[in-house]
């Protein structure tokens, strides 16, 4: 499997902008507006990796978006998307307990986030030692009097990758800025083991919660959401419900707006591509259908190294 950066540091693996060399240069990342978080150890030593987005060398295979941080472009848009969905309106949105006084001093509704860099940490009971229910955001629906009235979650991911791009990394952090093919593919298994079970189990305990009226909200990249439904039998096997509810998962999923290529300089735009709003109930039952094999396996393969059939 081969694969390179199509994303360094927020822009273009083509794009030789004074901006766009300098931000990789300071190894910042644009969409958070500090130090890129993930590294890679290059020559011994660990820097800053900067991978956004890897390119596949097969064929009409997708960009994939490799950094949740990549999906809070925009001033975290996406946040401000899930709102809108889940409150049914969109509201300004401020770090943690300011949107109380917020709220009071506009008299109207703000959103309160916890999350990322946002609002500090709440501070969740453990579950036999571990965090094991902990979502990425919350956001809180303020209202007018500075009270807490309604709030949902939402769990951001995208693909981990296989292999290592330390060939491309190190073309584009080259004064020729050159991108070259490395050894990067995507960890897909990882969707069936971990992440499907992983929102069932966090969509279920939301479900228990008296002021979770719309549940989670599950954010990914669209070739990761068209995975996610392979693994689930297929979109139309993932019943869809007319409306949010407190055990409802909904999958909201963001790509490219094209044009793909942004100017020089430029960060090349998300867009929201769908919406899919199911249940937990739905999306478990999907997930147990859609792993079934066919019937007797067991039986034909011990048949099969014995020589002989199962007496009737």
């Known amino acids: ?61 997708d960009e994939v978006i490799c950094c949740p941080h990549r999906l809070y472009a925009d001033d975290y848009k996406m946040l401000d998307d899930v709102a809108a969905l889940a409150f049914r309106q969109r509201l300004p949105k401020f770090a943690g307990r300011s949107a109380v ?3 009071r001093q506009l008299h109207s509704p703000t959103i ?6 946002w609002g500090g940490e709440l501070r969740l009971p453990k579950k036999d030692g571990r965090g094991n229910y902990f979502v990425d955001w919350i956001l809180v629906k303020i209202n007018a009097e500075g009270l ?45 083991k971990r992440i499907i079970p992983q929102i069932i189990y966090k969509g279920s305990v939301l479900a228990r919660e008296k002021y979770c009226s719309s549940g989670l909200f599950m954010v990914t990249p669209d070739p990761v ?12 096997h993932v019943q869809q419900v007319g409306r949010l509810q407190p055990s409802s998962i909904t999958f909201v999923s963001y790509d490219f707006a094209l044009p793909q290529t942004p100017a020089a300089g430029e960060i090349a735009p998300l867009a929201l591509q ?20 066919e019937r007797n396996v067991y039986s034909r393969a011990i048949s099969e190294v014995l020589g002989v059939e199962f007496a009737d």
Not at 179 to 192: H, K, L, M, R, Y
């Open 1 to 61: 499997m081969a694969g390179q950066i199509a994303e360094f540091f927020g822009f273009r693996d083509t794009d030789k902008s004074r901006t766009a060399v300098e931000t990789a240069a300071r190894s910042m990342c644009p969409f958070i507006h500090d130090v890129c978080t993930k590294s890679i150890v290059v020559g011994g030593s660990s820097k800053k990796s900067g991978a956004c987005t890897i390119r596949p060398k097969a064929q009409d295979a």
């Open 101 to 103: 006084e917020k709220a």
């Open 112 to 117: 309160a986030v916890f999350g990322h860099r």
């Open 148 to 192: 807490a009235e309604d709030f949902c979650a939402i769990e951001v991911q995208t693909i981990d990758t296989t292999g290592n791009y330390r060939d491309s990394f190190t073309g584009l952090n080259s004064p020729e800025r050159e991108n070259v093919w490395s050894t990067a593919g995507f960890n897909w298994e990882n969707v069936n």
């Open 225 to 236: 959401f068209k995975t996610i439904m392979g693994r689930l039998g297929g979109v139309d």
């Open 274 to 293: 769908r919406t899919h709003m199911s249940t937990v109930s739905e999306v478990r039952d999907a997930f147990n259908q859609a792993q079934l094999p």
